[in-house]
């Protein structure tokens, strides 16, 4: 449609009803703050988290960010810490720590060797990962896991 942007195209389309979140600035950003480099990727799996829509889930998103202009990033970086500590890891980042100790135990690239038998080490002795390890651990796990969606929609 001539004069619909790449961005209005999903605001469009979210706006005559179809299920699309609009990748703008603030979603783009609380998207990535939460390891995610796709906005719908990330809204689909809030969206199947809490059983609500993707355009209602980018609007509660957008809103947030909206009313929390200048701290909403920092809101959302102190909430990661705050249930970090209360429920630990997930199962699957902490598998994910492991294979990775284990995959570059057998390959030797001397930093990500370090880096993950370092971050094994201490999840599995209690001690509490720097926000910097843990940023590290979401980015390799998102890239990790959306390389094995696309290798897994490859093979049907």
Not at 39 to 50: D, G, I, K, Y
Not at 52 to 78: C, P, S
Request: glycine share 6%; charged share 30%.
């Amino acid at each position: 449609m001539p004069h619909i942007g790449p961005i209005t195209k999903f605001h469009l389309a979210r706006n005559l009803g179809l299920d699309y979140a609009k990748p703008d600035r603030h979603l783009v950003k609380i998207a990535l703050a939460f390891g995610y480099s796709n906005v719908q990727a990330f809204c689909r799996e809030a969206s199947e988290l809490t059983g609500d829509k993707i355009g209602l889930v980018d609007l509660v998103f957008w809103r947030f960010a909206v009313l929390n202009a200048n701290k909403y990033l920092e809101l959302i970086e102190i909430y990661k810490r705050f249930t970090l500590r209360l429920g630990g890891l997930s199962d699957d980042i902490e598998d994910f720590i492991l294979e990775q100790d284990d995959y570059y135990s057998e390959n030797k690239t001397k930093f990500w060797s370090s880096f993950w038998k370092t971050c094994s080490d201490m999840w599995s002795n209690g001690v509490d990962l720097s926000d910097k390890q843990l940023e590290i651990i979401y980015k390799e796990y998102n890239k990790i896991k959306n390389d094995r969606e696309k290798e897994a929609l490859k093979t049907r």
